[in-house]
């Protein structure tokens, strides 16, 4: 009787009056300057890890937690939906890109694909297919240390990849900006945004996009929130800001079940957005389960687009 009595104050303890009384008193009578002394002790410890853990510092850190290369793939395929895989290297500084280029035949369009964070390009199939099948070409990279690039990521190294990659097609394949699509997955909206204000592409397309990567980040690791802004030296891959000013055609598509980045972003991003602008939410999706669970609504908001 005893016991089941000690278990049912235990389970209460946290809605009982009488036990936040006696807490609230035992807090009181420690005396300030006991209280003054073990402040002062943990005070140094807590500016050590506040040093430590600052953006500044552990920056090699948070790339870690940002980027997840694979080096795996299917990098051998020849043809994608009738389209040959064409096989192009890239130099960004000392270190060279792997990139395929889908070229469809009969149209002047190419969208230009920053990936996200995860992965390599022979895991975006089924986007690439989507994109041929709205008779537009392909040019898809991957940044420093994906798939078989060498070096590592950060942010600087991939927003200097995606100009290199932009510049192969501007410089060498002679495209017209016009005909440039960029397009941007997760990670990569913000690289596919912050190259719109560097040409007058003819459109914008943003998958599982962010308000700006620092938000995203602070919602994530609640203590960066404990650093101002000025802490954080990389690029901000401010995507609202970008879109709050004149604009290519720009399509936002997102998954509604979305936990990695939530729905709301989008809706934030579009409402900030100037026109022309749509949006297309997939009921059913999560981040990485679109091809799976909303395929054909995928599907048909590009061809509402590209129409």
Not at 40 to 53: A, G, S, W
Request: some cysteine.
């Amino acid at each position: 009787m005893n016991l089941l009595k000690a278990l049912w104050n235990d389970l209460t303890a946290a809605f009982s009056i009488r036990q936040w009384q006696e807490t609230l008193a035992s807090v009181k009578s420690i005396k300030k300057e006991n209280l003054r002394k073990t402040v002062l002790l943990l005070l140094p410890q807590m500016v050590l890890y506040y040093i430590l853990f600052s953006p500044i510092v552990a920056g090699a850190l948070y790339d870690n937690l940002l980027f997840h290369p694979t080096k795996v793939g299917h990098f051998d395929a020849t043809f994608l939906t009738g389209v040959k895989i064409e096989n192009v290297s890239l130099k960004s500084g000392k270190e060279t890109l792997h990139s395929w280029f889908l070229r469809k035949s009969q149209t002047s369009k190419v969208a230009l694909i920053c990936h996200g964070n995860g992965g390599n390009l022979t895991n975006r199939a089924e986007l690439m297919k989507a994109l041929l099948d709205q008779n537009v070409s392909v040019f898809i990279f991957d940044y420093q240390g994906y798939g078989k690039s060498t070096g590592s990521p950060s942010i600087p190294k991939i927003i200097s990849d995606s100009r290199v990659a932009l510049n192969y097609l501007l410089d060498k394949e002679k495209y017209k900006q016009e005909n440039i699509i960029l397009f941007g997955e997760s990670l990569g909206t913000g690289l596919a945004c912050k190259l719109s204000t560097e040409i007058k592409s003819g459109g914008i397309i943003l998958l599982s996009p962010y308000c700006s990567i620092l938000r995203l980040a602070r919602e994530k690791l609640i203590w960066l929130n404990l650093y101002p802004d000025f802490m954080f030296t990389f690029d901000h891959l401010d995507n609202a800001k970008i879109l709050s000013k004149p604009h290519s055609p720009l399509l936002i598509i997102h998954g509604a079940k979305d936990r990695l980045i939530p729905v709301a972003h989008a809706e934030k991003l579009y409402a900030t957005a100037v026109d022309p602008k749509q949006l297309v939410l997939l009921k059913d999706s999560g981040h990485n389960d679109i091809f799976l669970n909303d395929a054909l609504d995928f599907e048909n908001g590009l061809k509402r687009y590209f129409k």
